[in-house]
């Protein structure tokens, strides 16, 4: 079932969408779609931090348009200018004729069927240009602090540091480093960098890249010994 908001530039709206988002990712289905596209272009400002699920999502939505797009279609989402949030308008109980009850059918599958050519050109035309336009928004930065362990005392520490190194994406800053002793002739290296908190997943860097191929060769485990908010 299509989703329908409205007044999403006032208190009201954002409290909805704020409500809405509290239990999902995005605004259909299980991945970013166009229907988020779609309420994206209809912000004319970020959440503020008051909407906590809103400004989640909103920030979630604005890094991967910057990074890749999005392709996903979606289910289909209806942006009103009204102060009313169609699925929130209480039932009012009526006795109706079937022709008009059939009418009522037509209109539910017209609202929740697939857009039209032109509205999906004027949604992706309408977030592009929200893209291109708009300043780069300041996202959230962490500094953190990395034990990187070898498999043993015959491991090559200046190629395992070349591999760590090696990784690189966008929002990631590798800063200075160096050798601890672990015990038994071992040392591990501790390495600091930087992150910009909506681009970067820590979890992520250290199981997809730095604890696989081929990484892996050099390290054997990676430890995270500090976070913190910059």
Known sequence: MAVAFANLNAASGLQKLNEYLLA???ITGYQASKDDIAVYGSLNA????EYVNAARWYNHIDALLR??????????????????????????????????????????????????????????????????????????????LLDVKPWDDET????????????????????ASKL?????????????MTIVDDLVSVDNLIEDYLCAEPANEYIQSCDIVAFNKI
């Open 67 to 144: 990074l890749s797009g999005i392709s996903e279609e979606g289910k289909g989402v209806k942006i009103e200018s009204s102060a009313t949030v169609l699925e929130d308008m209480p039932a009012t109980p009526a006795v109706v004729d079937k022709a008009t009850a059939d009418e009522d059918d037509d209109d539910d599958v017209d609202l929740f069927g697939e857009e039209t050519e032109e509205e999906k050109k004027a949604a992706e035309e309408r977030a592009a240009a929200v893209k291109a336009s708009a300043k780069k928004k300041e996202s959230g930065k962490s500094s953190v």
């Open 180 to 192: 601890a002793p672990v015990g038994y002739g071992i040392k591990k290296m501790q390495i600091m």
């Open 46 to 49: 970020p959440p503020s931090s």
């Open 156 to 175: 090559d520490m200046k190629k395992l540091e070349e591999a760590v190194r090696s990784v690189q994406m966008d929002g990631l800053l590798w800063g």
């Open 24 to 26: 999902r990712s995005y």
